[in-house]
Nanobody, 126 residues
Framework: QVQLVESGGGLVQAGGSLRLSCAAS????????MGWFRRAPGKEREFVAA????????DYADSVMGRISISRDNAKNTVYLQMNSLKPEDTAVYYC???????????????????WGQGTQVTVSS
């Protein structure tokens, strides 16, 4: 069983930055592809960023490209989401997700992930 706990959310002004963290339990964390998703009020959950097991391959939604960076520290069982130049439309609950199986690529669809955190709220004021 894998448990994921997100932290680092909060209220920030437009143009500001936040760094989200996702701490994972489980001895095989270093083999899990990881992803970040978000759900804004009244909207479907959407893909934000993904990273492969080693951190060598990343993928981003077009809406966050150039402003958000995903990384991981396998020694700390943690994946990060550095968010810069935040916009009001980035307001959402952010979730991290872990996939149990890896074939060397990254994954964009929620159905491809097996474990989810409880989410952390990010609010960007204009």
């Amino acid at each position: 069983q894998v448990q994921l706990v997100e932290s680092g959310g909060g209220l920030v002004q437009a143009g500001g930055s936040l760094r989200l963290s996702c701490a994972a339990s489980g001895r095989s964390f270093s083999s899990y592809p990881m992803g970040w998703f978000r759900r804004a009020p009244g909207k479907e959950r959407e893909f934000v960023a993904a990273i492969n097991w080693s951190g060598g391959v990343t993928d981003y939604a077009d809406s966050v490209m150039g402003r958000i960076s995903i990384s991981r520290d396998n020694a700390k069982n943690t994946v990060y989401l550095q968010m810069n130049s935040l916009k009001p439309e980035d307001t959402a609950v952010y979730y991290c997700a872990a996939r149990m199986y890896d074939d060397g690529r990254v994954y964009r669809r929620p159905s491809e992930y097996h474990y989810w955190g409880q989410g952390t709220q990010v609010t960007v004021s204009s």
